[in-house]
């Protein structure tokens, strides 16, 4: 496989989640996919096997996207990312929803746990509004009287003014969020599909160019890579695509 620049580059803007049930098995992705340098580490793998999966990914020297997606009283939350703070991620999501005081004290335990380990913080970024959900279900279920995309473009305020790096977003909101909130302010972009892959359960997706071209610097791509054929293939054709941009 090509190691140029552009394809080294290209790679570090693809977070590939490692959505599986146990260490075992997620071993055995990072062996079939060895040029992929970010990986996203989940709930379901997370509660089944605890930190010693991301050891193995530090021992590779890959980022780490800890996307555990906190959502509780501010104090509950500060533990959470305090402990978490200390494992070396590079990503660490929290709800925008627990609130501005949660988010703050999620931004400075974060800090605090890095520093009791010595390792650096990890950046703190706010879930929008989960990718999986549509502006029907925004509207019925969740009984939220606001438009899909001013309702994610306030979350991702809440979290600039609370002192967070960024936000996930769907690649649909990621430039009216890019434009409002700056170049400064991270966003990454599950539901992203390639040109012909199955959705799946994500509602509001874009194709990796789109999605890179209205200003995410990330994109979460698990599916389309990870049960192809050819996993490490499929990585090379997402990266090739996306190095001309």
Request: aromatic letters at 4%; a negative charge; one cysteine or more.
């Amino acid at each position: 496989m090509a190691h140029s620049s552009l394809y080294t580059s290209a790679a570090q803007k693809i977070i590939v989640p490692l959505d599986v049930a146990s260490e075992e098995d997620a071993i055995a992705t990072l062996n079939k996919l060895p040029e992929v340098q970010f990986w996203k580490v989940g709930l379901e793998l997370f509660v089944s096997c605890g930190p010693s999966i991301l050891e193995r990914l530090k021992e590779q020297q890959k980022r780490i996207f800890l996307d555990l997606k906190f959502h509780d009283i501010s104090n509950t939350v500060a533990g959470a990312c305090r402990a978490a703070g200390r494992y070396g991620a590079d990503l660490l999501t929290v709800h925008a929803t627990a609130g501005r005081t949660a988010l703050k004290a999620a931004v400075t335990a974060a800090q605090e746990g890095a520093a009791d380990s010595k390792v650096e913080p990890p950046k703190v970024i706010a879930i929008t509004l989960l990718t999986s959900l549509s502006a029907r279900d925004l509207a019925f279920d969740l009984k939220i009287p606001v438009e899909l995309p001013e309702y994610a473009l306030q979350m991702a305020l809440l979290a600039q003014e609370s002192g967070l790096a960024g936000a996930v977003c769907s690649p649909q909101e990621a430039e009216q969020l890019r434009q409002v909130c700056g170049d400064d302010f991270l966003l990454v972009c599950p539901g992203v599909r390639p040109q012909g892959a199955a959705k799946g359960d994500q509602m509001r997706s874009q194709t990796p160019t789109q999605a890179i071209q209205a200003g995410a610097n990330y994109l979460v791509i698990g599916r389309p890579i990870t049960t192809a054929p050819d996993p490490a293939q499929a990585f090379q054709t997402i990266c090739q695509e996306l190095e001309g941009i």
